[in-house]
């Protein structure tokens, strides 16, 4: 599996920004898609941004992301720190919730489905207060 940590959550007011992370170890896996996911409270884990990580011509590539985001939203890895990145920006109430970043090592299959999704990080909290 991949060894996720993600970090940056904080409170913030509507309207504000926030960059979360997520360090990620690897192993043997060389290709992977990696995503956001997040969870307000009483919902459903939604996913936010999928993007493929494979050292080659697409890396980087976002394969998904969530209506919701609006342009508001940028998902982004530095391979030489092993570093998954979510900037946020114009955040709104309802963004507010759990923080997921995961990998699934099929990157044929890279998609906002969770189910394939098998290492997740703790997550990390976005408190958005208006």
């Known amino acids: 599996q991949v060894q996720l940590v993600e970090s940056g959550g904080d409170s913030v007011q509507a309207g504000g920004s926030l960059t979360l992370s997520c360090t990620y170890s690897t192993g043997k896996y060389a290709t992977f898609c990696l995503a956001w996911f997040r969870q307000a409270p009483g919902k459903a884990r939604e996913a936010v941004a999928v993007?493929?990580?494979?050292?080659?011509?697409?890396?980087?590539?976002?394969?998904y992301e969530a209506e919701f985001v609006g342009g508001r939203f940028t998902i982004s890895k530095d391979n030489a720190k092993n570093t998954l990145y979510l900037q946020m920006s114009n955040l709104k109430p309802e963004g507010s919730g759990m923080y997921y970043c995961?990998?699934?090592?099929?990157?044929?299959?890279?998609?906002?489905?969770?189910?394939?999704?098998?290492?997740w990080g703790q997550g990390t909290r976005v408190t958005v207060s208006s």
């Open positions: 995961a990998a699934d090592r099929w990157i044929g299959r890279c998609s906002e489905n969770e189910d394939w999704f098998d290492s």
């Open positions: 993007i493929i990580s494979d050292g080659g011509t697409r890396d980087g590539t976002t394969r």
